[in-house]
């Protein structure tokens, strides 16, 4: 049997310029495609004069005319519903009624993968149904039988039965089961900390290329297995779960480097609470590069909601370095850098070698400092090659002559020698 998409149609109500509104819908139509859905036609109306139903009842009947005659039966919309208002469309239509953040959630849903990502899904899944439970049992199990997932699916089955009490222990228990599957995260990311290497993290909007930009800093680290690539697609939220990896470019030394999950305008707030404690790799780490696909034209968007969704986690005042990748895209030449931004290609590797300049720049302090380093402290010179740059060494009798860069508190250290 040949596997076909659900078809779908995508349904806005114009709030905004008209730019940013199809922008906004074209963005809709490509989470659709994250979601395996096949966008058949899309619907549009500017300020209903009510919006009990998110649409008016004119353009209802003009969707659900549509969808009779078109094989569809599900319908996307891009604001994310009050709960009567996807109780009042889903009645008004006799259609499975998506809001955008229902589909952002069953895209998380069908790509988690780890035992912390599902739980984090499933805490976001229950909180966005519970205070639309009451009396809307035929919008949801409508909704999660025409989303079909796992989850969903078992979700949908199983909240007939379950009333509001029920459904908030779940969420209790799904949040204590959390409570400690981070606490072992925990211990991995204090035992990263005690090392003291320099803790970098990519950071952005989804689809901007920070898991091509994680691959090409493996293809040129010392330290570079096949198997430690992580996944790249061209597809908005490709990456569900945090990669660390350990990158060693001589003459730097080596640092921590993770690839995070991508932002979105409006991401679904429980699921930013749920991906807290992943994305705390991002609150922890000493610099943030902020990946931008700078060859969208709405990059400046992309920008802001990656800088709020931030503040939220509480990784508002990291410093940053604004990555603007896909340059290769535009005719513009790689000089123009700003004092904090930098051009660069992940995917042709152009920019590569100024950006990790940059993240030095940032982790060292100015000074370059003459040291002897005598034989007995070894312990020093173990620092030195595990966190700083070596710019010439030469043995004497009494250890070693060393003219080195690195960050100020190994610098302070080594001046008491
Ligand atoms: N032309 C061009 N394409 C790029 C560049 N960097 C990444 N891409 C493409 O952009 C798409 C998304 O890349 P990813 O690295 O998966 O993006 P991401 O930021 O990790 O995305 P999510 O994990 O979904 O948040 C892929 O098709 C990449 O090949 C670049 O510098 N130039
Ligand atoms: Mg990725």
Redesign the pocket.
Known sequence: MIFEKQRVIILGVRDTSNEHFNRAMEELVNLAGACDMDVVASFQQTSPSSTAAYIGAGKIDEVKNFCQDNDVNTVVTLHELSPSQLRNLDEALDLAVLDRTALILEIFARRAKSKEAKLQVEVAQLQYQLPRMIGSYTAYSRQAGSLGSVQSRGIGETKLELDRRRLERRIFELNQDLQLVGQQRQVQRRKRKKQGLFNVALV??????????MNRFLSVSQNKTAEKEV?????????LETSVRNIHIPPYPPFILS?T??FVSDLPHPLIKAFRSTLEEAIEADLLLH?V?F?DPDHPVHIDTTRKTLHEIGAGSIPEILVL?????ISLNFTADGQDSIR?????GAGIDGLIRRMFDYRFSGEVLDVLLPYDRMDLLFLVQQECMTLSSFEEDMGYRMSVKGPQHILTRLKEV
Do not use: E, H
């Open positions: 952005g909007y989804t689809n901007a290329g920070k898991s091509t930009l996944f790249v697609k061209d597809q908005l939220f490709a990456t690839d999950v991508g990946v696909d060859s990748n896909k340059s290769d895209r660069i290609s992940a995917l042709t």
